[in-house]
């Protein structure tokens, strides 16, 4: 998830571009550039690191466009540094593209351009656009029409927005599974990958949808649909403060996270028959266990993790918090594989767990959501979620994409030791692949009925919290008690409903909430007996189940249904309502939920 900016009017286009860029920082930040066309020559200015950093050599460069595009980045393709960077341009420095978004058939048509003689300066996925589109204009097409055919070669999500010094009163920009609207003004005209970035300028907005594409020149703005038609749309005018704008409208970026889950398992899914490239693949041939470490939420998802695994690949799986696995002297050998699990690839304890392993011979695979984080450049090979940016300390949406990413995992493991059927793979990953539309099914549901959140202010006094899963969702229990605890500073524990009538269910009373993980799956009866106990002792059930589990919403005081998958699958839906509970609940009691107390986002101290 970038940010893409585009400006063309009267005014200084630089500076328009740039503080549109600071307003959709959110999106990105780990490298920025902006292209304008000034006398007729096109320009680029781009850097790794913040955007003061770039805006400080722009300031350098006195010229005063009427034309820039500007981005800042979220690496998914090439490390961040300057040459990665957006702007990205063609041989001839004519044409520059800004792009937010995957190009999933990025390396064979890098391929077929080399060997067309073009030459590529980056990593990235995003510079394919602009040699594409050279070539269309060498072959005597515009601008629209050469950007209309270079995109239709492409596979994946794009917003891109495309000037060349050929035609510099107009910007094109074309939209496909990645937002861009259009801001539309008095004489001028702006693009963005969200509203924050020109409010201040206009609030009237053309939100373009997907497979269509805009030229914007400072007094029109055209639309088409991908073949050249031109078609019509509604100019809207958007009531939102630029704060709220940058929540998309929601009132906290957790909420705005957990909403945009359906999204970013989509794109860590997307396309990805295989994790491991050819010359990495020996990775996973070569290993006899594996050893999970991380922390909190990631820790949490290691555990699924284990499930997947050690069920899909019958591979031995031990979990562990990286804080006390760097002090047991863990048993670790070179047929020993370390699955390293951060989202933000700068936990201290995460990374001290990774250096012992590799100090022992131990070979890391990190899971992360930060290109160029420490941990990727230490691991030795890293699968990357696309969750995109996680603002809000409390981490949802980049646990639903560590799920994906370790399920994926299990599966290529799995079939490069020929321990799964073709048949069983491919209904497993046809199952994973709906699970996006089944997360937005009941994220829908609940925007239309607010059930969760009218459960929520039944429960907002409570004092303590009870959450009990058993077999995959064990670990979902664990994880709903954390996500109450470190946002409504409510006590909760999770426990692994077996475990209740050993100690915990001494706590039950008429007072104390308990939440239960209890889809039908093969702990289904098993669950129901401990609701039974539960209930027994007058203890008050959320049950998050499915429709015909009939048993569980006579005996639950609350069922939350979910839609139904394959029963390793679950923890994908189960965890939604759990996420959403804790966060009703914490902003019923007003916190701030976004950046809770004694909390931060990434923990690089030990
Ligand atoms: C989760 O909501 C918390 N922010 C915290 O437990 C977090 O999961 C933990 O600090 C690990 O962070 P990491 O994934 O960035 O390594």
């Known amino acids: 998830m970038c940010g893409i900016v585009g400006y063309i009017g009267k005014d200084n286009a630089k500076n328009i571009v740039i503080n549109g860029l600071k307003r959709l920082e959110y999106r990105g930040y780990d490298s920025a550039g902006v292209a304008f066309i000034d006398s007729g020559k096109l320009k680029i200015y781009k850097k790794s690191g913040k955007i003061r950093d770039l805006e400080f050599e722009l300031n350098r460069d006195l010229s005063l466009p009427h034309i820039a595009i500007g981005h800042t980045r979220w690496a998914t393709h090439g490390e961040p540094n300057d040459v990665n960077a957006h702007p ?51 072959n005597g097409k515009n601008l629209l029409s050469a950007v209309l055919s270079a995109t239709s070669k492409l596979k994946g999500s794009y917003a891109a927005a495309v000037i060349y010094e050929g035609e510099p009163d107009k910007i094109v920009c074309v939209r496909k599974d990645s937002p861009l609207v259009i801001g539309v003004g008095e004489g001028e005209n702006f693009l963005a990958s969200d509203v924050p970035a020109f409010l201040s300028y206009t609030n009237r907005v053309i939100f373009l949808d997907d497979n269509e594409c805009a030229v914007i020149t400072a007094d029109n703005v055209h639309i088409f649909d991908l073949n050249g038609n031109e078609i019509t749309k509604e100019t809207k005018e958007i009531p939102w403060s630029i704060a709220q704008a940058e929540k998309g409208g929601y009132k906290h970026f957790m909420i705005k996270e957990i909403y945009e889950q359906p999204r970013a398992v989509a794109d860590t899914i997307s396309g990805k028959l295989s994790l491991f490239e050819e010359n990495n693949r020996e990775l996973l041939t070569t290993f006899g266990k594996i050893q999970i470490v991380a922390c909190g939420t990631s820790y949490h998802a290691g555990l699924v993790g284990k499930f997947f695994i050690e069920s899909v690949a019958g591979i031995p799986v031990s979990v562990d918090y990286a804080s006390e696995y760097r002090y047991r002297n863990p048993i670790i050998d070179e047929k020993t594989l370390i699955i390293a699990i951060s989202q933000s690839g700068e936990t201290a304890d995460t990374l001290a767990a990774v250096r012992l392993a590799k100090k022992k011979g131990a070979k890391v695979v990190a899971i992360c959501n930060v290109i160029g984080s420490t941990i990727t450049r230490e691991a030795d090979y890293t699968i990357y ?58 994220l829908d549901r609940e925007s239309e009925e607010g059930q969760v959140r009218k459960i929520a202010l039944e429960f907002y006094n409570s004092q303590d919290a009870l959450y009990l899963g058993r077999f995959v969702n064990y670990p979902i229990a664990l994880e709903g008690a954390l996500k109450l605890k470190e946002i409504s500073y409510i006590h909760a524990e999770g426990y692994p409903a077996g475990e209740m009538k050993h100690g915990p269910i001494a706590l039950i009373d008429e007072k104390m909430p308990v939440v239960v993980v209890v889809p039908r799956d093969r ?84």
Do not use: W
């Open 523 to 606: 702990v289904y009866e098993k669950m129901v007996s401990n609701i039974e106990e539960v209930k027994a002792r007058k203890g008050k059930v959320i049950a998050i189940t499915n429709r015909d589990c009939l048993e569980v919403k006579k005996l639950a005081d609350f069922a939350i249904e979910i839609p139904e998958t394959e029963e390793l699958l679950y923890p994908f839906l189960t965890v939604v309502p759990l996420q959403l509970f804790a966060y009703h609940i914490a902003d019923f009691l007003g916190y701030d939920v976004d950046q809770p107390r004694n909390l931060a986002k990434s923990v690089t101290v030990e």
């Open 88 to 138: 990205h341009v063609d041989c001839t420095g004519k044409i520059a593209v800004v792009h937010n978004g995957i190009i999933e058939n990025f390396t064979e048509l890098k391929k077929e351009l080399e060997s067309r003689g073009h030459i590529f300066k980056s990593k990235t996925d995003t510079e394919v656009i602009a040699h594409l589109v050279e070539e269309e204009i060498k």
């Open 385 to 442: 979620t696309h969750a995109g940016p996680e603002i809000s300390v409390a981490s949802t949406k980049a646990f639903t994409t560590q799920l994906a990413a370790l399920f994926l995992f299990a599966v290529e493991a799995a079939r490069i030791r020929n321990k799964i059927t073709k048949k069983k793979e491919e209904r497993l990953l046809k199952a994973l692949s709906e699970i996006p539309a089944k997360m937005k099914e009941f």
